[in-house]
């Protein structure tokens, strides 16, 4: 029980942080879990895939409602990202596999939180963005979708840089399209778990709603109490904390 309510606790702080600056948090579940929880593989991917999409819906209604959202960036990518974030979903990976992949993403989220905080600290000239030919957005959506389904995350932690560093999209659409691609791969995704491992955690209504409360606070305030770069430092702290662990539990 004890267990239990920490992972309550710390899934609305991670919903509320993560919403406050356009994530939907499957990274920093995966991370609360790694710490405080034992969690086998299926029940973790199910459980932050169902928060992903909760919050998820919450930051996509935010986004569209402000007329950020690019349905031409977006769809080549989730087109071809939807299916095989069901066939990840489905398989279910030994965990001397699963354990230190997990950990090698949520160290790899921890270093893009870490530079994006960084980033907002200096002031940045506006870059020219061009869409991506078609092919190429179709191929990077295959494999980011089977990412997404594998570990689940929803693929937003690698499609957000992605769109940035190859100058794809604006900081603002790739906000929008991002959290719309963590969405539908999310839902994706599930539905491969629950087709392969039917049963859920009984404790899973009581981290939805956990998740639902974080992310009405935190898509509302915004960055009131902290500032977005103090933010995403503070999560990379704890994505990496996670990432340790992952790693020495497959090495025990």
């Known amino acids: 029980m004890f267990t239990v309510l920490v992972l309550t606790i710390a899934i609305l702080m991670i919903a509320m942080l993560y919403s406050a600056v356009g994530h939907a948090g499957a990274s920093g579940y995966l991370a609360a879990m790694a710490i405080v929880s034992t969690m086998p593989q299926e029940e973790m991917k199910a459980v932050a895939l169902t928060l992903n999409i909760f919050v ?28 095989m974030a069901f066939v990840g979903g489905l398989w279910t990976l030994p965990t001397s596999v699963f354990n230190p992949l997990i950990g090698v993403v949520l160290l790899y989220a921890a270093v893009v939180l870490a530079l994006k905080a960084r980033a907002l600290t200096r002031p940045h000239p506006p870059v020219h963005t061009t869409m991506p030919p078609l092919p190429m957005a179709m191929s990077c959506g ?30 603002q659409r790739t906000a929008a399209v991002t959290i719309v691609f963590v969405l539908v791969n999310s839902l994706a995704g599930l539905g491969g778990v629950i087709a392969e491992q039917p049963s859920l955690p009984a404790t899973l209504p009581i981290y939805v709603l956990a998740a639902l409360a974080g992310g009405l606070i935190g898509s509302n305030l915004g960055a009131r109490v902290l500032p977005g770069h103090g933010i995403r430092l503070l999560l990379s702290i704890v994505l990496m904390i996670a990432a340790v662990k992952m790693f020495i539990t497959t090495a025990v």
């Open 56 to 83: 998820g819906g919450i930051g996509t209604y935010h986004f569209v409602r402000a007329g950020h959202f690019h349905w031409r960036t977006f769809w080549p990518f989730a087109t071809a990202a939807v299916p």
């Open 142 to 171: 295959v494999v980011l979708g089977l990412l997404a389904g594998l570990t689940g995350t929803g693929g937003g932690i690698f499609l957000s840089p992605l769109l940035l560093i190859a100058h794809w999209a604006s900081p």
